[in-house]
DNA sequence: GGCCGGTAATACGTGTTGCCTATCATAGTC
DNA sequence: GACTATGATAGGCAACACGTATTACCGGCC
């Protein structure tokens, strides 16, 4: 096996072409060194130097391996500082699991601040619902998940990125859609008899869950006509009339669409506000400094603030 | 310094994430693999590998150390085998200096059939005068030259390739041109009183000390009219009728030009066939061991024979 | 809950090897 | 012909890579 002491070694004798100063470049003393090169020769099997007793000159196959030799020696560098840039948290990348960020202005503020931050940093984004993220997550597919909250393992950590208010989303033509031109919070209470459109449970049994619950709150359970994975699709089911919606306010930030109105619903007496968080998750054992980097930003930049309308 | 072993070592760790079998594939105990990995992470700075006391798990800087690690291997390993292919005379690099091969058919096929037998090496032609050749064999610009007898160093070897015949060139309404018509030799010595036109000494010395000492053995001096670099201009000045040329066989061969005509020398009483040599000529102490394989090939494929017109 | 199997780290001894100093051999130089 | 420059050889030493023995620790299992 060729080391790369040898390496170097004989890179100071090719170029210099004399055992002495080259030695002496090496910090060692030359029989040394002409044991080494002969050593590297004989592990090569061919004859990488002519020496005379008066001059050391390269054979065409030592010239051939001094590019090669040069070429191992740049590769390992190289590497090693990229690979030390990665541990520093400069280089690398980082895969991170979303719900569609469309409404999330200060997620989307920290993506754009951390890559110009760190250029050499790749930022791998992939939309999945909060339930999917979270296998992904364990999985160890990705890195952090800005999903909903849910039950989760030991190993994974969470922290409160936002909070953001639940709306009502009506179609245009519904009863109570007056209350929403006047920006006046409507009682959820008011719409127990209404058809209601969900997302599919198992997608994010957590934000199902608190939807039904204050459904619960308001002292009814709600009709649910259809399902749809899709907020898009659901504010679509809500504008040709098939029911109403609770969906996030961000959606209602990032999405106006014909035929459907958003109203704040009105505090229940005894309750706080009905929210939504949006949650940053990680695994406890994933070593990437990125992340801590990447939460770190996320939390500065939001500093778990409710979204605004 | 990262040793070519350490590299060996941390890839297999790396590949088996278990330090005993890792150990077993080295042939080697695994307490000595835990030091060589805690040498490396030592000397990179950063951390490669995550160990409980259950499980080995690559850090992020380890994954991409582990490329570098495979892309610095492979460098090596590909450059070794190259150099040796160097080395065996089958890759690399083979210079050669030569004067214009156009009418040599035995040198052109001498260096397709090498160019087909050693596809790893290339040829680098180029094309120069005989003195000029001799100065890049010196100076190690070249590898080996195809060119005129000349005084060479002692540190130059030379072989012959082949002859050719002196002939002579004459513009087509010459007087003496009726005999070339008739394919009979002309005897030189008639053409003492023609003007001539000739190749510059310092091109050629040999060359040209050759065909000044066939004139004197004809019994005259030649009344040099002219000089010309090349032979095709050399050429061109006989067929506008500027005078008479001594040239080799080789050009006749390959070159037909209007208005020349190119004539057999009889052979003077007591002297054989005038005739000039193709010689190949390397460095002493040039190693490539492509030279002795090229000149093998040139003198099996010529045999020394003596170009046919 | 204590025991056992599995795993990596630590302690310590040893053989290899890379390097040193001293010397030799040889070729070119004054 | 002695001298100088240069690389090779010889012999010794110390660093280090590796081996054996042991420890430390975690999980699963009876």
Request: glycine share 6%; proline share 6%.
């Amino acid at each position: 096996m060729i080391e790369t002491r040898l390496l170097r070694q004989f890179i100071v004798v090719a170029e210099e072409l004399h055992f002495h100063r080259a030695a002496a470049r090496l910090h060692m003393a030359q029989p040394a060194l002409s044991q080494a090169i002969a050593k590297l020769e004989a592990r090569l099997g061919f004859a990488a130097l002519t020496r005379s007793r008066r001059s050391v000159a390269l054979t065409p196959a030592g010239r051939a391996f001094l590019e090669t030799a040069y070429a191992t020696l740049d590769t390992l560098d190289a590497g090693i500082g990229r690979a030390r840039r990665v541990a520093d948290g400069v280089a690398g990348r980082l895969t991170i699991a979303t719900l569609s960020l469309a409404g999330y202005t200060p997620v989307l503020e920290t993506l754009r601040a951390f890559r110009r931050a760190l250029p050499e940093v790749e930022l791998d984004l992939r939309e999945m619902p909060s339930a999917r993220q979270l296998e992904a997550l364990v999985a160890g597919e990705v890195d952090v998940a800005l999903m909903r909250e849910l039950a989760l393992p030991a190993v994974i950590e969470t922290r409160q990125v936002l909070t953001e208010a639940i709306l009502l989303a009506l179609p245009t033509d519904h009863p109570g859609a007056k209350s929403a031109a006047s920006n006046e919070p409507v009682a959820l209470g008011d719409f127990a008899e209404s058809d209601f459109v969900f997302t599919p449970r198992a997608l994010g049994p957590g934000y199902h869950h608190q939807l039904m619950a204050l459904c619960q709150a308001a002292g009814f359970t709600p009709n649910i006509q259809q399902e749809a994975a899709q907020l898009t699709t659901l504010l679509g089911l809500v504008a040709s009339g098939l029911g109403v919606a609770l969906v996030p306010a961000s959606i209602a930030r990032s999405l106006r669409l014909d035929g459907v109105v958003f109203c704040a619903l009105a505090p229940l007496p005894g309750r706080p506000d009905a929210s939504l968080a949006l949650n940053v998750n990680w695994h406890r054992e994933n070593t990437s400094p990125l992340i801590e980097d990447f939460i770190t930003r996320l939390k500065s930049q939001t500093r778990n603030e409710t979204l605004p309308l």
